[in-house]
Nanobody, 120 residues
Framework: QVQLVESGGGLVQPGGSLRLSCAAS????????MGWYRQAPGKERELVAT???????NYADSVKGRFTISRDNAKKTVYLQMNSLKPEDTAVYYC??????????????WGQGTQVTVSS
């Protein structure tokens, strides 16, 4: 009932910037929270940043001061502004959301992922 589509990934040099977007679509749902996770080859998926519908944010220590998560509630879209990128940020970034779905309840959905590569 809810689909998440990420966009904005790509190849950037160290120190560069990139902005990821994730749009939620469907019917009969409301957003409780959305966030971004990432997974590098051979590593477990880890939390990057989350934001509640009210605007409360949480960041992984590794990205604090460099990444900013934001949302447009009307557009049902969450963004991740990534600045001062490092090679260690290279990963597939996944959009995640916690939704209240009508007649179903609370459910978690994931996007398909978008590749971010930071390399010189």
């Amino acid at each position: 009932q809810v689909q998440l589509v990420e966009s904005g990934g790509g190849l950037v040099q160290p120190g560069g910037s990139l902005r990821l977007s994730c749009a939620a679509s469907g019917n009969g749902f409301s957003i409780n929270a959305m966030g971004w996770y990432r997974q590098a080859p051979g590593k477990e998926r880890e939390l990057v940043a989350t934001i509640t519908i009210g605007g409360f944010t949480n960041y992984a220590d590794s990205v604090k001061g460099r990444f900013t998560i934001s949302r447009d509630n009307a557009k049902k879209t969450v963004y991740l502004q990534m600045n001062s990128l490092k090679p260690e940020d290279t990963a597939v970034y996944y959009c995640n959301g916690v939704f209240s779905v009508a007649l179903v309840g609370v459910r978690v959905y994931w996007g398909q992922g978008t590749q971010v590569t930071v390399s010189s």
